[in-house]
Structures are given as C-alpha cells and as structure tokens.
C-alpha cells in the first residue's frame, strides 16, 4: 500500500518507529510551508533554509518522543519558530549583514481570509493562486512593491508578535493551536495578533 493511501496519523507512527520512507513523506509534505514561515520570520534564504534543515534533523531525533502523533504538525511549527526567534535574537548580538532582496512570489502572503484554517494537507501552507489569469502590467509593478512594502513592515514588528501574526493569517492555525507552539495563553496569542494587524495596518495605511 502507498503511503499517499494512508491517513497521516499513521504515517507520523510509521516514522515514529523509524521508518525513513514515512520521514521523507512529512518532509515532501510540509516542508513548503516551514520554509515559507521561516522565511518571512528572517527575511534571509540561506538562514531560511538552514532552519527548516535543522528543524527536521530535530524532528527526526526527537519524534520518538511524541507522545501525541495528533499534534505533530503544531510541534513541527513550535520546533522551527523556537529556532527562527534564536536567530533572531543571535542576529542583535552580532553586526548586521545585508539581507538579500527577495521577490515578490517568495514574499507573498495570502490575507487572512484566504490563509484558510483547519487541518488537512495542502490547506494549512497553501497560497490562493489566480495563475494563468492575465495581469496588467502596471498592476503588476504595483501588486510587486505593495508586496515588498508589506513584508518590510512585517520585519518592523516585535519578533514574537510577527510568529503569532503569521502562524495566524498566512499559515491558518486557529487560537488554540498557536497557543500551543508558541507556549502561551490563548488570550496572550490572541492580544499579540492584535497588536500585529494594528502595527501593519497603520504601515500600510498609505496603500489602501
């Protein structure tokens, strides 16, 4: 039987008992959306990637130890935002270097209302499309520098504010689900995206 015919819960027991094949289908399945979380965390390819490897390398190491294979997508998140913010903090105690221009396709991010919630393969790191529809061109340039405005602004907020913002309104995870990554209260998860929209609203006032 294909591991594609299997639920997940099996496939994350699977590679709980070491089955590397069960491994490599996580990876092949969530390693999109880690990337694109770290990626907006830090605003770097290169310490983008490196953290979705180490953030598997751990996950490999330490699966055995879940207790509660239901909740391995939202240890999977915990593992690499603890890593993103660890970044974070080790970028302010060295000089800064020059962060790479990214593009608009890696920088994109859908609003809230098309991040979708909810488990389910697909859903969770999924970005609404529209490809093969004709685009003007000038709407094009705008869409572009409206997308690089955002994600700049997104690089202002307080770290801990913009991993609750993201897991929220780009990644789809509900209150709760967030509460347990970032390990805290609901009502501070909730508080902290509050204060997130504020601080990017008030930024991107000048686009609407």
Partial sequence: MSLDDLDELT????AQDGDLEAFNW??????????????????????????????F????????N?????????????????????????????????????DAEELSM????QAGGGAGLGRRDSVGGGAG???????????????RALADLLQSVQPGLRAC????????FSYGEIAAIVQLPESTVRGRIARAKRSLAEGMEPWR
């Avoid at 859908?110 to 209302?113: E, F, I, M, R, Y």
């Avoid at 094009?140 to 409206?146: G, L, S, T």
């Fill in 11 to 14: 496939i994350v027991a699977r």
């Fill in 26 to 55: 996580l990876i092949t399945a969530y390693q999109g959306g880690v990337y694109r979380l770290c990626l907006r965390m830090l605003n770097d390819r290169t310490e983008a990637e490196d953290i979705v490897q180490e953030t």
């Fill in 57 to 64: 390398i751990t996950a490999w190491r330490s699966l055995p």
């Fill in 66 to 102: 879940l207790t509660v294979p239901q909740a391995f997508i939202p240890w999977l998140y915990r593992t690499a935002t603890n890593k993103c913010l660890d970044e974070l903090r080790r970028r302010q105690r060295r000089p800064s270097d020059p962060i790479a221009d990214l």
């Fill in 110 to 113: 859908p609003s809230s209302g």
């Fill in 133 to 147: 529809l004709a685009v003007d061109p000038a709407q094009e340039v705008e869409n572009r520098a409206q997308i």
């Fill in 165 to 172: 913002w993201l897991l929220r309104e780009v990644h789809g």
